[in-house]
């Protein structure tokens, strides 16, 4: 009889599917169990009046907490309900210590994490409330396992005692990512000599605009938020599914930079844009060393300077650049899927006792 895993994810631009296929392309039955994303009136009402007024959290605090308790029951039913072998919970900030208590006591799952932001919560402004800010490191001791995407927080949490603790990449879907054919007006609407894919961050905004000697599409959610009354230029808007393969397709250079909470780990940008035969520049993260041949598989800066100077550059060798997206693409087709780190989870998990047959 199969083993089966519940897998609770919050909808990220259907990474969340992808790992879902492929623990049942390596054999188990998988269910997904979307965690809540769109916030309530009130949870919205009491955290902005919380970031206004923070001697009034004391009394904002069990609206918040009403939600969560409201998820956190939901979730223990659930699982219950299928009484699966293996729980794996990508980010999981929503769940209270006392959440993973019950469900150790109640079933024999085992119960691993697999944490693709900063665990802690370091970078200021990101959390959206106290317990989700905490929860984690609250409840860390109570995973069974613990897979991180950073090295960097796999020794944060191992400073903390942890130690059953690994990294774990991000990769991606190559059936989601791929080349694709542009017709001759997609290929003059999306083709730009440097175009990028994403949300807005400080970093990133500095990197745009230092960057107008260039033709250069910028595509993402988020934007008209973050400059409120006029978005730059360079903005061309969201890009979602097909959208995103068409820019991906269609432009000579792929930027990738990462948010703030990247300090050596990669993003799933990273993979994707390989993925799809494109050719990737990616500001610097020491993990690149060890995933990719620099020069030979994807290229990455240092500085705005490096940047800019390595931009001239391969847009003046095109084949150059072709050669490198053409071995960047079969670099992560070999070792970078979504296949490739769930064997991976099982074989950490199979390693330190617990068997799935």
């Not at 990508?90 to 024999?108: A, V």
Request: aromatic residues 16%; charged residues 30%.
């Amino acid at each position: 009889m199969k083993k089966s895993v519940l897998i609770c994810a919050p909808r990220f631009y259907g990474i969340d599917e992808s790992i879902r296929q492929s623990f049942e392309d390596v054999g188990f039955n998988a269910v997904l169990k979307s965690s809540r994303i769109k916030l309530t009136f009130q949870e919205v009402f009491a955290k902005k009046l919380g970031n206004v007024l923070p001697f009034a959290k004391y009394f904002l605090n069990p609206i918040l907490k009403f939600y969560l308790d409201q998820e956190n029951q939901e979730f223990i039913t659930f699982v219950k309900a299928r009484n699966p072998d293996l729980i794996f919970i990508i980010k999981g900030e929503q769940f209270f210590p006392e959440t993973l208590q019950k469900l150790k006591k109640e079933t024999s799952a085992c119960i691993a994490a697999y944490i693709w932001d900063d665990p802690f919560y370091s970078y200021a402004g990101r959390f959206i409330d106290d317990y989700r800010k905490n929860n984690f490191a609250r409840g860390m001791h109570l995973y069974d396992y613990i897979f991180v995407y950073d090295p960097y927080y796999v020794e944060e949490i191992r400073k903390r005692g942890i130690l059953k603790v690994s990294y774990l990449p991000l990769a991606t879907d190559p059936n989601k990512y791929k080349r694709i054919d542009v017709t001759k007006e997609e290929n003059q609407k999306y083709g730009f000599d440097v175009c990028f894919v994403g949300r807005p961050f400080p970093n990133r905004i500095e990197i745009f605009e230092n960057l107008s000697e260039f033709k250069l599409g910028v595509f993402g959610d988020g934007w008209e938020e973050w400059f409120r009354t006029k978005t730059p230029n360079y903005f061309k808007g969201k890009a979602l599914n097909e959208k995103v393969l068409k820019v991906y397709n269609s432009s000579k250079i792929i930027l990738n930079i990462h948010d703030p909470e990247a300090i050596c780990g990669v993003n799933t940008r990273t993979f994707d844009i390989l993925s799809c035969g494109a050719f990737e520049l990616v500001d610097y993260k020491s993990e690149l060393e060890r995933l990719f041949k620099e020069g030979e598989e994807i290229m990455y800066y240092k500085d705005i300077a490096d940047l800019k100077r390595l931009i001239k550059y391969y847009l003046d060798n095109p084949k150059e650049r072709n050669n490198i997206a053409e071995k960047g693409k079969m670099k992560v087709l070999n070792s970078h899927t979504w296949d490739h780190r769930i064997k991976e989870v099982i074989h950490i998990l199979h390693t330190a006792g617990f068997v799935f047959k």
